[in-house]
């Protein structure tokens, strides 16, 4: 497993719409692995492919509850309901944080690692990380989405401080 580089804003990568997966094989799971660990080393809660400049239907989530990461190979949401209103970052716009309008409840088909069909309900964090990451797979950015007047930059030491 390696850490991989996330693309930051200004990166074309993250305006780019994101490929299906044809076979879920070893290559594929590697990436996921390493996308884990990745996520995990810049504590995020969330990481799609064009973040670490892959241009594939992959999504990692991970609300660190003890259910272990989430892998998601083409995931697609097939039902939401309700808004929420959230506060919400991303690991491609370090220090940014901004209101946004998620979806309250998705369910989202995917294939997990075995490339296995699954079907995943979230309410809530969960609801709000799909959410956050499916659209990473169509070049949509968190920053399109922000309630006017609501984007607040927060230092690494201030973030520290909160934790």
């Known amino acids: ?13 993250l305006r780019k719409k994101s490929r ?10 590697e990436i996921l692995n390493d996308m ?20 594939k239907r992959l999504v990692v989530i991970d609300l660190y509850d003890n259910k272990g990461p989430i ?10 309901k309700g808004e929420q209103e959230v506060e919400e970052g991303c690991l491609s716009f370090p220090n940014q944080f901004a209101k946004i309008i998620r979806p309250a409840e998705v369910v989202v088909e995917a294939l997990n690692e075995n490339g296995k069909k699954v079907k995943i309900k979230g309410e809530g964090l969960l609801a709000q990380a799909i959410s956050h990451e499916l659209d990473h797979l169509d070049g949509i950015l968190f920053v399109d989405k922000i309630i ?16």
């Open 20 to 29: 299906e997966v044809e076979i879920v094989d070893d290559r594929i799971r």
């Open 148 to 163: 006017p007047g609501t984007l607040k930059y927060v230092t690494p030491e201030e973030q520290e401080e909160n934790k």
């Open 71 to 80: 892998k998601l190979v083409n995931p697609k949401i097939i039902k939401q």
């Open 1 to 13: 497993m390696a850490i991989r580089i996330v693309r930051e804003d200004g990166d074309e990568t």
């Open 36 to 55: 884990v660990e990745t996520l995990h080393n810049y504590n995020g809660v969330g990481l799609a492919g064009p973040q670490i400049g892959l241009l």
